[in-house]
């Protein structure tokens, strides 16, 4: 903290790790010899970069661009890109540490990155948002590679955005290898890979269930956020049993009492798509809160899957008023400490994002496979492969349980202890540097 007391966020992710491993590492004496948790809060390295592009008008615009490649112990560095106005250092070495044991959580050799800009693309243009990326991209191809550090996308950085960003690539460095994942399923991407995060947090979900005898069949499930990943997880939830409630976005939230409709999916992403808010839904036939979150709906099961820090205290205490289970996060870090501590508190199960959202990071493994083995696995491979992965990260919290019975099981301590578990001891294998 008193390296960096501006970092709040990053602070906050460290803290988490730190409380949940600690007792286990003070027995630790080698880890603790080898100053194993001070170095793994620093990153390898964090590169910093100007990002200079034309808008529409011919004005020059500046952005900052980053790449925090923060561990490779374990593999290439990996994690995705975000591009949004709300990016500082802070937010990509908080979204850096947390990718470090989520990617150690899935088995998968992948070691922990994060990076983008500080560049909001909301009202911004096609061709501005593509001038933005090549330029972006101008610098950070001198850092990345199949066998060094490979991003993905992330908030702001979807499917398109990753299609020009790996075409400059290509352009800049004349090999074709898998140095981005995320990419078009017609030039080497995965299929899966853009439902991952969000079907894997719902296979999660039900994993968390299942170990309580319980389903998702029949359960209100309010989830935020109306990206990527919400409406994965929405879709898939729906195609569960579940009733989802809700959809948000920075504006507002649409409701649905007897849950949304694949009609209401495809509105949605029509709208989404042209960049457009979720605020012109008002009126038809959906009930649009402006202003409001979703946690004020009466929900079984809650699903962040928005942003970082986006339930807070007092959304705690709402969603206990009404009646909320289990909180499973599709978003990394959405809730806040306080909020966290109100739910645990009341005994809600609660999926960490490193456990229930690395089904899109493990996607992205399976796609660098691919790319290496020159092969592309069919849609029911790679969903049977995420399936097993996300069983696999349930198997490894319920290993780290010491508690009763299935019931009891504290995912977000059990998480992080197997995430740190594995990254710890082979930093201690390699060595000090
Ligand atoms: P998208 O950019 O596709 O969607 C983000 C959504 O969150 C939008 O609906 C956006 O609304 C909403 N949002 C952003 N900021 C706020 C805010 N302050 N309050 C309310 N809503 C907000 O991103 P993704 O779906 O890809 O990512 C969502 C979360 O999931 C992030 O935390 C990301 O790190 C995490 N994640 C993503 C993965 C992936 O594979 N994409 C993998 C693992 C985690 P608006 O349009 O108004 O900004």
Redesign the pocket.
Known sequence: KARDPHEKEFHQAVEDVVSAVMPWYLEQDDLRRAGVLERLAEPDRTISFRVAWEDDAGAVQMNRGWRVQFSHVLGPYKG?L?F?A?VDQSVLKF?GFEQIL?NSLTGLPMGGAKGGADFDP?GRSDREIARFCQSFMAELHRHIGPDIDVP???????AEEISVLFGAYLRLTNTWHGALT?KGCTFGGSPV??E???YGCVYFCELMLGARDDTLEGKRVAI????????HAAEKAVERGAKVVT?????GVVVREDGLRQDDFADIRRI?AG?G??SELDGAGLDYRDGA?PWGVECDVAMP????N?VEEEDAATLLDGGVKAICE?????LTAEAAGRLREAGVLHGP?KAS?????AV?GFEQSQNAQRQSWSRDEVDRRLKEIMKGIHGRCLDMHDGDGAGEVDYVRCANLAGFRRVAQAMRSFGVF
């Open positions: 995705g975000r949004a709300s979204l989520k909301k993905a996308g992330d908030m702001g950085v979807g995320g890979r853009l991952a995060t969000g935020s956020g109306s990206g990527n990943v919400a409406l959809l948000s976005d920075s504006g989404k960049r808010r979720l979150k899957c928005a942003t970082q986006e599709g978003a990394n870090m959405p994002g959202n690395a089904g899109g990071v992205s």
